[in-house]
C-alpha cells in the first residue's frame, strides 16, 4: 500500500497534461463511440464494477496462484498430447 501511494505522489509531482499523455483526436474519438451507444450510463457502471474487481485482484498473491494453476494444467496437456502423438 506504502508503494503503491509513493507512487501516485510521485506521478502526482510530475503533473503531465491529459495531451502529452493521451491524443486529443484519439480521447474525443473514443468518447464519442462511448455516447453513441444506446444507453451508456449502465454500462459504465458495470465497466467501472468490473475494473474495481479487476484491479482489487490485479498483481496479488490469489490471482498469481489460479494463473499459475492453469498453465501448469495446460502444460500438462500439451505434454500428454504430444507424447502420444509421438508414440503413433
Do not use: C, K
Not at 23 to 29: I, Y
Amino acid at each position: 500500500m506504502e508503494d503503491w501511494y509513493l507512487a501516485l505522489t510521485a506521478a502526482s509531482a510530475l503533473q503531465p497534461t491529459t495531451t502529452e499523455v493521451f491524443s486529443e483526436r484519439d480521447m474525443q474519438g473514443l468518447v464519442d463511440t462511448i455516447d453513441t451507444e444506446p444507453d451508456p450510463i449502465p454500462m459504465r457502471w458495470l465497466n467501472a464494477i468490473f475494473g474495481r474487481i479487476f484491479f482489487g485482484l490485479y498483481r496479488t498473491e490469489a490471482l498469481e496462484q489460479v494463473r499459475m494453476g492453469l498453465w501448469a494444467r495446460m502444460g500438462v496437456r500439451l505434454l500428454m498430447s504430444s507424447s502420444s502423438s509421438a508414440g503413433s
